[in-house]
């Protein structure tokens, strides 16, 4: 099987070639630019199989699309924010958002394998996906949570949310009034359903609101420290890979 990696950090690039010979699987080459990039396929036979960077130092991916007809199959890795998310879930695109988790690269490339041996077309509309992560649609985000609680029923709005959290393979809602909540409900799914203009994952633990950060800290290794009004049952750290585009969203 024919791999290729197209990502613009080297690091990171050799990182997720670890992981995907880990699998099994041999990487053929890695690119780090839309340039290199084009200029490999004009000459090279194409691969089964694309991990590819959505931002690269010279531009989006998708301009190697615009440049070269390709058949391949692809998995996005991306820190890209929300709404790329969601326009990739909403059209069953897979992808790994990084910092890209072992277990969920064996999914992702498991998948793509189930796919080739049914659909061995495995092309996909790369004109389609750029608009809609340049105009994405159905922005119709989550309002309020209904919490079961006995034979009751709570209704939370999401302006009483201070942060969700994942812990013992459960997702928590926190609210200001420094409560939790259990909810029926993944914070990956929580992604899709919330206005990515107020909230942030910034670890694959947390989700957070803007109105919910009291201070930012300098913290080890180049990530950072959010302190919640309420929360204090962990640390709240920005992941390295996020703190751009965190900073980024705090505008």
Known sequence: MNIIIIEDEKPAAR??????????????????????????????????????????SDGLSFEIFENIEINSAVIFTT????YALRAFKLNSIDYLLKPIDEDDLKTAVNKFKARKSNTP??????????KMLVNPIDRTFKKRFTIKMGQQLKMITIDEVECFYSENKGT???????????????????????DPQNFFRVSRK?????????????????????????????EVIVSREKVADFKHWLG
């Not at 090279?44 to 991990?51: S, T």
């Not at 820190?79 to 929300?82: I, Q, R």
């Open 15 to 56: 990182l997720l070639q670890r992981k995907v010979e880990k699998l099994g699987l041999q990487i053929t080459t890695l690119l780090h630019s839309v340039e290199e990039s084009i200029h490999w396929f004009q000459n090279n036979a194409h691969p089964d199989l694309i991990f590819l960077d959505i931002q690269l």
């Open 172 to 194: 928590y809602l926190h609210t200001f009034e420094n409560r939790n909540y259990l909810l029926d409900a993944t914070l990956e799914q929580l992604e899709t359903e919330l």
């Open 206 to 234: 947390f989700i957070i609101p803007m109105k919910g950060i009291k201070e930012i800290q300098l913290h080890s290794n180049s990530r950072l420290k959010v302190i919640l009004p309420s929360y204090k049952e962990d």
């Open 79 to 82: 820190a890209y924010d929300e």
């Open 121 to 130: 077309n495995l092309s996909l509309d790369f004109e389609m996906i750029k």
